[in-house]
């Protein structure tokens, strides 16, 4: 099986910054992308930032400029780095990852749990 444990998340003022770290253990071939989702209350769930395994990025453009994505590959391992943190941005995150658990297996996506960040003005 497949775990994915995120830490990092918490209370902040407007203004302030958070990292998220998300680390995928178990059985795992490789991993083709991880990323970074949020879901705040009573809204959908919607892309934060992805980072692929060869190291392309994609954001929502409401992050743009003040959250960036990275990945230390040999850990299987994702952080976002949060920063001009902004009420809005409230909301669950969960980091997701596409990945074969075996050479030639097809590649599945996988969630964490979720960790809470919290921006007050």
């Known amino acids: 099986q497949v775990q994915l444990v995120e830490s990092g998340g918490g209370l902040v003022q407007a203004g302030g910054s958070l990292r998220l770290s998300c680390a995928a253990s178990?059985?795992?071939?490789?991993?083709?992308?991880m990323g970074w989702y949020r879901q705040a209350p009573g809204k959908q769930r919607e892309l934060v930032a992805t980072?692929?395994?060869?190291?392309?990025?994609t954001y929502a453009d409401s992050v743009k400029g003040r959250f960036a994505i990275a990945a230390d590959n040999a850990k299987n391992t994702v952080y976002l780095q949060m920063n001009s943190l902004k009420p809005e941005d409230t909301a669950v995150y969960y980091c997701?990852?596409?990945?074969?658990?075996?050479?030639?297996?097809?590649?599945?996506?996988?969630w964490g749990q979720g960790t809470q960040v919290t921006v007050s003005s």
């Open positions: 178990g059985s795992i071939f490789s991993i083709n992308a």
């Open positions: 980072i692929t395994s060869g190291g392309s990025t």
């Open positions: 997701n990852a596409d990945l074969r658990q075996r050479r030639f297996g097809s590649i599945q996506s996988y």
